[in-house]
């Protein structure tokens, strides 16, 4: 019987959980996290005390015994323990090689639960997760079906990120089988650009990245806006938080893990156009430039900042992922250089400015990216020739037109535009008051109202103020966005709905008009 090649693959899934599901699922999080916590307070002991520490990991397990931690299951205490003996170890292998490691020490709150093969059970959409004897068996509920095949899961594990649960899935799945061409090689350059460019025999195929790079430029927009506009109201040093503060911090962790997800999202979809290019041209060894070691050089602050941000670890993680899922070899070759160097004549050329490259020495012309890939090829082994036909595929998703980060910083704009339109269902501002125009009654018109501070609002709310009789505007320091047009009327508050677009407006007007009775 030939046994077939399998590899181990992991699927993160989103949890749609009930409110008491959820808090159950944080207490797991958070009991995972104190046996982390018990096994490091356990050896700063022994280490204070000049004793040996414990790392083994059956001798954990011995001394675990007897105690319990909420509502983690045996099992699931054993599998930090044996994450922490894992990192102790490696710890010590890398410092004897003289590398820079350091020992698991510091606490975590959350610690993710990995539960293994007969703690789970999978039933349709429904997983239920194993927990100490006692309480009630954990059932939740999957956000999607799982990509692999019933039977081959061997563990899973619960994870939160930036408030959100998730489920990674770990199967065990069979190598695909293709009739692939053993002497058929493809090069793959990676780039910020163009995250894949890839040559194969006389074909190519350029992804662009133009979308991933779109989001990174809104994205960090929208932090150093957020970062701002929150600046003068940052808690000093050593003081502690208000309840405001601490909702600001989580709005931008959650904007952060988004960004993360889209960035992480489009790389994948452009690894699976790649595997899907290369089966279908029959490559057996695909050959990756490794961009190793790219940011331990000064390239200038804003090149810097780009080839950090750019990331290549995960490019070339999930392409060689699946391309051994597709059967594939992978083979890496450092990068360096293959970029300046003409496929055809082997010459060195200068570095191309643009995304054209062309030899001086032999007047051989391509597109530069190609030309590393050509290069990549031919350093593992493989030949290529000039492409003739190039396949254009493109990464991720665009940013809407209509997303609230676009407006954030567009000066020339008087009111930001919604990011999401009040229609039916939505739950902005304009549906759920349904105030489109101010309730008739609470508008005491007069000729000359008077307007303190300047007002470069929309022109529903200078109309508005022009018809007040006393009304406060409050404005954000150096910019036309309106930021709350509140008219605060004989108790009375009207609010200009135009105006009313970003969360924070939002949540004031909301607590306003609760508090007062009225728009
Ligand atoms: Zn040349």
Redesign the pocket.
Known sequence: MCSVPTVHRTARIALRTTPAQRRRCYGLLRSAGDVWAWVIDGNRRLREQHRPEVANFSALCRELTGTTFGDLSRQCAEAVLKNYSTAFFEAVKRKKLGVRAGFPRRKRALVPVRFRKGCFAVDGSRVRLRVAKGPPELWVRLGRAIPYPSGSLRSVTLVAEAGRLYLDMTAEVAVEVHPLDPARFAGVDLGIIHPYAVVTGDEALLVSGRAIRSEERLHLEDTKRRSQKAAGKAPSKGQRGSRRWRRHRASGRRAEARHRRRVRQGQHEAAKAVVSWLVEHNVSTVVIGDPKGITTRDCGRQQNLRLRNWRRTHLMACLKDKAELAGIEVVLVNERGTSST?P??H?A?PKPRGRSFS?L??G?TGHRDLVGARNIAARGGGSTRAPARVTHRRAGTVPARRDRRRHLYDERRSCPAPGRPGGPGSRSQASRLGAGSPAPGTVHAVDNGTLRGSHGGCAGCVGLMRRCTSFDVLMRPKSSVCLTAYFAVKQTLVICTKSLRCRAQRRLAGRKGRGRGGG
Request: glycine share 0%.
């Open positions: 003409c055809e004549c010459k050329a030899c020495h032999c051989h």
